[in-house]
Nanobody, 126 residues
Framework: QVQLVESGGGLVQAGGSLSLSCVSSGRTFTFAMGWFRQAPGRERELVAAISRSGATTNYSDSVKGRFTISRDTAKNMLYLQMNNLKPEDTAVYYC????????????????????WGQGTQVTVSS
């Protein structure tokens, strides 16, 4: 099973930026990947997802226009650039991956992902 390790979380003021990274132990060129988040007392939710090729992305309405998902397949890396952060973005952020056959397929549901990282805490103060 592939190992995923997130980094880059921290404490930031509202309006600030953070960049999250996720490194994979497996060859990510076969993976569709995504970022999810889970706030206390809430269900884990999709933040953004990206296809194997990187050409297709999907964002939740709450982060659209503020967050950008990207990947570097050669480095087995997934990224999430988060700008104009809001207190409601406070959560543990998780990297997720699954092998897919189609290079343009984006996985948007939690149950579609097989491999998960341990998560990184993002806290946005008001």
């Amino acid at each position: 099973q592939v190992q995923l390790v997130e980094s880059g979380g921290g404490l930031v003021q509202a309006g600030g930026s953070l960049s999250l990274s996720c490194v994979s132990s497996g060859r990510t060129f076969t993976f569709a990947m995504g970022w999810f988040r889970q706030a206390p007392g809430r269900e884990r939710e999709l933040v953004a997802a990206i296809s194997r090729s990187g050409a297709t992305t999907n964002y939740s309405d709450s982060v659209k226009g503020r967050f950008t998902i990207s990947r570097d397949t050669a480095k087995n890396m997934l990224y999430l650039q988060m700008n104009n952060l809001k207190p409601e973005d406070t959560a543990v952020y998780y990297c997720a991956a699954n092998v897919v056959a189609h290079i343009a397929l984006v996985l948007t549901k939690l149950e579609q992902y097989f491999s998960w990282g341990q998560g990184t805490q993002v806290t946005v103060s008001s």
